[in-house]
Each structure stands twice: as structure tokens, then as C-alpha cells.
T-cell receptor, first 115, second 114 residues
Framework: DTAVSQTPKYLVTQMGNDKSIKCEQN?????MYWYKQDSKKFLKIMFS???????INETVPNRFSPKSPDKAHLNLHINSLELGDSAVYFC??????????????FGPGTRLTVT | GNSVTQMEGPVTLSEEAFLTINCTYT??????LFWYVQYPGEGLQLLLK?????DKGSNKGFEATYRKETTSFHLEKGSVQVSDSAVYFC?????????????FGKGTMLLVSP
């Protein structure tokens, strides 16, 4: 069983479009994250939710809007896509107990290409 | 602020060679330290971790020791295999963080040839 899943795996779209990426975890965790990995493999936190509540928002343009319908899901909606949004987006989750020392579990990533 | 510095890659080795990937960090107090591995086309997997000074994390033949005095967490393996070819990320979570917010290094690509 996949622990953290993301859909779609690949997303190719044109500038100006709006798109969503979905993430689901079946680990029973209550904290979820979105990371962006650029073309040089650098990973940076974008958002974190705990029990459906936004707890971290790392100066991401407001064209990016995360939504957490329940603690097992964290979706990422992107409006007015730009060329610079092309990257691999990773979802992750972790339990809240034992933090900050617990590890995060990552999904397989969604490669977004904006043309 | 918190930061992680890793050696630049790619690191190119022959099978059965000894591996060291250097990692140093900047953070207040005692952060938790992690090594994640990303195989081609896949997401990140936790390789090992250490949560206090002098702890040694180990997994799959890889080891790293939390050195507070040198603020380092170098990754080592005695004999690499072709299947170890991947990108390795050193990361930390600050001690005073209420949440497991990871700060990553830039990653080091390892290429192992037969």
C-alpha cells in the first residue's frame, strides 16, 4: 500500500492556466507538507498543515493555495501558472507526536512543466 | 537562520569504494539531523537520523554521527554498490520548532560504476 500518494505524476500545461495537485496519506499522520524541488534539486518547504490548519506558509506567491479537506489530504491549487513554477512538487506527512524529531514521509512527486 | 551545507557533486566512485559525503549545519541548540535519499524518478526516503549529540544513525550500511563540536553529520559507507547511485540530502529540524520543518542541503549526487 502506498503511504503518501500524489496525482498526477506528470503535469504539462500552458502559462496562465490553473491546475491542482492532490496528495493523500494513509499513515494516520496529522501533519502534511508541500515542498518544491527546483531544477537544481534544491528542496524548499512551501506549506504545512496540522489537522487541517495552516501552520507554515513560507513566502509563497498567493497564486498557490493549499487546501486540506481532512487530515489525510492536502491539495495544492496553482492559479495563473508561470514558467518559473516548473518544478517537482513533493507532498510529505509526519506524526505530530514526538516532533520535531520525527521524520517525514514523502510522496513520489509531481513533475509540473509550464510551457 | 538555519542552514545545511553539503559537498558539491557529483561524487563518482567505483563499486566497493569507500564513500564520504560531508554535511555541516548551522542552527541554535541541538537540532535533529537526517539523511534522505532520492533514487532516480522517485520521492525522498529517510536513510537515517540522529536526534542528539554523539548519536550514530545507521541503515543499509550507511552511517552518520552527530558531531556537535564540529556541527557536522557526514555520511559514510564502507563499500558502495551500483544500486546506491542516487541523490543524498542532509537535513535538519530545529530544536525549538514545534513542527518537523525540514531545512535541506542542496543534495549530493552519487554515481557508482561497476
Amino acid at each position: 500500500d502506498t503511504a503518501v500518494s500524489q496525482t498526477p505524476k506528470y503535469l504539462v500545461t500552458q502559462m496562465g492556466n490553473d491546475k491542482s495537485i492532490k496528495c493523500e496519506q494513509n499513515l494516520g499522520h496529522d501533519t502534511m507538507y508541500w515542498y518544491k524541488q527546483d531544477s537544481k534539486k534544491f528542496l524548499k518547504i512551501m506549506f504545512s498543515y496540522n489537522n487541517k490548519e495552516l501552520i507554515i506558509n513560507e513566502t509563497v506567491p498567493n497564486r498557490f493555495s493549499p487546501k486540506s479537506p481532512d487530515k489525510a489530504h492536502l491539495n495544492l491549487h496553482i492559479n495563473s501558472l508561470e514558467l518559473g513554477d516548473s518544478a517537482v512538487y513533493f507532498c510529505a506527512s509526519s506524526p505530530s507526536t514526538g516532533r520535531p524529531r520525527v521524520e517525514q514521509y514523502f510522496g513520489p512527486g509531481t513533475r509540473l512543466t509550464v510551457t | 537562520g538555519n542552514s545545511v551545507t553539503q559537498m558539491e557533486g557529483p561524487v563518482t566512485l567505483s563499486e566497493e569504494a569507500f564513500l564520504t559525503i560531508n554535511c555541516t549545519y548551522t542552527a541554535t541548540g541541538y537540532p535533529s539531523l537526517f539523511w534522505y535519499v532520492q533514487y532516480p524518478g522517485e520521492g525522498l526516503q529517510l536513510l537515517l537520523k540522529a536526534t542528539k549529540a554523539d548519536d550514530k544513525g545507521s541503515n543499509k550500511g550507511f552511517e552518520a554521527t552527530y558531531r556537535k563540536e564540529t556541527t557536522s553529520f557526514h555520511l559514510e559507507k564502507g563499500s558502495v554498490q551500483v544500486s546506491d547511485s542516487a541523490v543524498y540530502f542532509c537535513a535538519l529540524t530545529p530544536m525549538n520548532s514545534g513542527y518537523s520543518t525540514l531545512t535541506f542541503g542542496k543534495g549530493t549526487m552519487l554515481l557508482v560504476s561497476p
